[in-house]
């Protein structure tokens, strides 16, 4: 994979501005957001320019206890070949847990939250990501990401657990250094010490993110400014490779072209300060972060392992979406922040995909779904997710206003089907609402 240069996030809100943008070399675009079949009229003109496209994932959930699920494989390769990728990223994270390792409802968590840096955690990692890797008809690069708690009795750094993770696996890093400044603000990891035990060969691109800080916890937003201290971060990293490719991601709040140009910008400033500081002799050295033990660590039982790490994410899961009591060892503070957090971005999410349902339901909508989700886990994807909060209103009787809830009705009836699926509480609900339906028509 050659040199990928200066990128920029594609979204749809933006995409006159990234076309008309000098200087972008290549874009990456959420994944699971196109169809190979249909790709969008921006995208095709980038490409057919020359601009690179690459995939970036967030739903494979490599760092759960489960092996990847086959048909989100498949989904993801078949995006990487539409779009001509020189390679397709995802996360180390995990986004559901619960099911057959653990003889429980399984959950999702609807967002990316940190895997605990240990040695099952890593032992099923590696697996997961050889998996992967054998099914993808590209290089894969993993992504560090941001968290707001951490695991009680990590074994390994974060530096540690992405160098062994790579000298195992072989695969690339995609690293974020956003999500540096957001670990060393909400769990005090030094991003220096994570650059220098990285195997900075392995570095496929370079990600940059702004955010904002509350209460003493940095949220990482995708939605502000990108933050002098991340700026330092990508120069201190310069100093110590060339990245292949930097690219600024902005997800929400949208500024003016003429802002996202200038980040760029800034963002192009800083990594050309580091490579100068490395030209002086002032840059820091890197250093081998392997933590070695290789050949023992694949002897270590993969059955028991992925076992143990089942029965402790869907504790943690639980405890963050279904209100189950915090596993002990955590921070009770920390893990209120992030199921608040998981829940706001649920509400957000669903009222993207139903953009209908807000709506309908006008300034409750926000209350509404707040409620509904602190009593029901995801479990389903978030289309699922608006189908189940519209039959949940529908069964008690809202909204109040009988044209605002005959509507509600319609909707819902349209997009479950004449014959849906769903078993259990949505099945009882899709009766309801038929008969209701059907009653309020006579």
């Not at 008309?20 to 994944?31: F, K, L, Q, S, Y």
């Not at 030094?190 to 509350?214: C, K, N, Q, S, T």
């Not at 991601?249 to 300060?273: Q, S, W």
């Not at 479950?416 to 309801?432: L, Y």
Request: one cysteine or more; glycine letters at 10%.
């Amino acid at each position: 994979m050659g040199r990928l240069g200066t990128g920029i996030g594609w979204r749809p809100e933006i995409a006159d501005a990234v076309e008309r943008m000098p200087g972008v070399d290549w874009v990456e675009v959420v994944a699971e957001n196109i169809c190979p079949g249909h790709l969008p009229a921006s995208l095709v003109r980038l490409r057919e320019r020359g601009v690179s496209v690459v995939p970036h994932g967030v739903s494979l959930g490599l760092g759960g206890a489960d092996r990847p699920d086959a048909v989100r494989l498949t989904a993801l390769a078949e995006r990487a070949e539409a779009l001509g990728a020189p390679l397709v990223t995802e996360h180390i994270a995990f986004v559901r847990a619960g099911g057959p390792l653990t003889a429980s409802p399984g959950l999702e968590a609807g967002h990316l939250l940190p895997v605990p840096r240990t040695r099952d955690a890593l032992d099923v990692l590696c697996e997961n990501v050889r998996i992967a890797q054998d099914a993808l008809p590209v290089p894969l690069a993993l992504e560090n990401i941001a968290a707001l708690f951490s695991w009680p009795g990590e074994e390994l750094t974060e530096g540690q657990f992405l160098s062994e993770l790579v000298e195992r696996t072989g695969v690339r890093l995609l690293i974020d250094v956003a999500n540096l400044h957001t670990n060393h603000v909400n769990r005090g990891d030094d991003p220096a010490r994570a650059l220098a035990a990285l195997p900075v060969e392995a570095i496929a691109y370079v990600h940059v993110a702004g955010g904002f800080e509350r209460d003493g916890v940095w949220h990482d937003s995708h939605a502000h400014p990108v933050p002098r201290p991340v700026l330092d971060i990508l120069t201190d990293l310069a100093s110590r490779t060339a990245p292949p490719g930097v690219l600024l991601e902005r997800d929400e709040n949208f500024p003016e072209p003429a802002e996202l140009e200038r980040e760029v910008a800034m963002i192009g400033e800083a990594v050309r300060a580091g490579r100068e500081r490395a030209r002086q002799g002032t840059g820091a050295v890197a250093v081998g972060g392997a933590a070695g033990g290789g050949v023992a660590l694949l002897a270590r039982p993969a059955v028991a392992s992925r076992e143990r790490l089942a029965v402790a994410q869907a504790a943690v899961l639980s405890s963050l979406v279904a209100g189950t009591p915090v596993p002990e060892g955590f921070d009770r503070v920390r893990m209120g922040v992030q199921a608040r957090t998981l829940a706001a971005k649920r509400a957000d999410v669903v009222a993207k995909v139903a953009p209908e349902l807000p709506v309908l339901l006008g300034e409750g909508y926000r209350a509404a779904f707040l409620e509904y989700a602190r009593e029901r886990p995801m479990g389903g994807g978030y289309r699922r997710d608006a189908l189940d909060f519209a039959g949940h209103l529908l069964e008690t009787g809202r909204p109040e206003d009988a044209g605002a809830r005959r509507k509600l009705r319609e909707w819902w009836l349209d997009r479950a089907g004449p014959a849906p699926r769903p078993r259990g509480r949505v099945a009882r609900v899709a009766r309801v609402t038929r008969r209701v339906l059907l009653r309020d028509r006579v």
